[in-house]
């Protein structure tokens, strides 16, 4: 059974910093493609980063240059530094995979509780 569990949310005042977590289990990501969406209270979810098996990198313009995604196979994680956080990025942040080829995402996570607010 494939489980992705995302750690590392919380309360934070604009300008702060967090560094998201997406570790897997049952399977191994190297050959996935690995995201982070968020859902924001009465808003659609939303595709925030994405990482190819290959490295290759997807940011939604909102949040170029202040979020990075990495991702370490070994240690079968994703990761989503982010900087400079705003109130608008306050949302549920949500893991998800699908595997290379495949447009469907079809693992996810519980979600993680990011808010920003002074």
């Known amino acids: 059974q494939v489980q992705l569990v995302e750690s590392g949310g919380g309360l934070v005042q604009p300008g702060g910093s967090l560094r998201l977590s997406c570790s897997a289990s049952?399977?191994?990501?190297?050959?996935?493609?690995m995201a982070w969406f968020r859902q924001a209270l009465g808003k659609q979810r939303e595709l925030v980063a994405s990482?190819?098996?290959?490295?290759?990198?997807y940011y939604v313009e909102s949040v170029k240059g202040r979020f990075t995604i990495a991702r370490d196979n070994a240690k079968n994680t994703v990761y989503l530094q982010t900087n400079n956080l705003k109130p608008e990025d306050t949302a549920v942040y949500l893991c998800?995979?699908?595997?290379?080829?495949?447009?469907?995402?079809?693992?996810w996570g519980q979600g993680t509780q990011v808010t920003v607010s002074s």
């Open positions: 998800s995979a699908r595997r290379w080829g495949s447009s469907t995402w079809i693992y």
């Open positions: 049952g399977t191994t990501i190297s050959s996935m493609t």
């Open positions: 990482i190819t098996p290959s490295g290759s990198i």
